[in-house]
């Protein structure tokens, strides 16, 4: 795991062995769980789109969701819940600003 000083964590939908991680919707799944975890708590409504804290989107052709760490000052179990969901799929964990093109290339 990364240390916690990086900002965003990059889950990315490929294992160590580099197998793609399905099912290929993964990352909008694990999103729309969190989507009630946000600034100012849910809302009515705030199930219809994704957190800021919780983004997926694509990085190198493969899924991947973007964490912010501000998450786990809100909600500390719903930040072990995307953490652990990471370590016992085996996915590719890194610090998504580390990329130059941002968190989604």
């Given at each position: 795991m990364?240390?916690?000083?990086?900002?965003?964590?990059?889950?990315?939908g490929r294992n160590r062995d580099g197998k793609v991680f399905r099912p290929s919707d993964w990352a909008e799944r694990l999103a729309g769980v969190m989507s009630q975890f946000r600034p100012g708590g849910p809302q009515p409504g705030?199930?219809?789109?994704?957190?800021?804290?919780?983004?997926?989107?694509?990085?190198d052709g493969v899924s991947c969701v973007v964490?912010?760490?501000?998450?786990?000052d809100y909600d500390v179990m719903a930040?072990?819940?995307?953490v652990n969901f990471s370590r016992?799929?085996?996915l590719e964990v890194r610090d998504a600003r580390a990329q130059p093109d941002g968190p989604f290339a």
């Open positions: 990364l240390p916690l000083t990086f900002k965003e964590w990059l889950i990315l705030s199930h219809l789109g994704y957190s800021p804290w919780c983004v997926p989107g694509q990085r964490i912010h760490v501000d998450l786990r930040w072990d819940f995307c016992d799929n085996d």
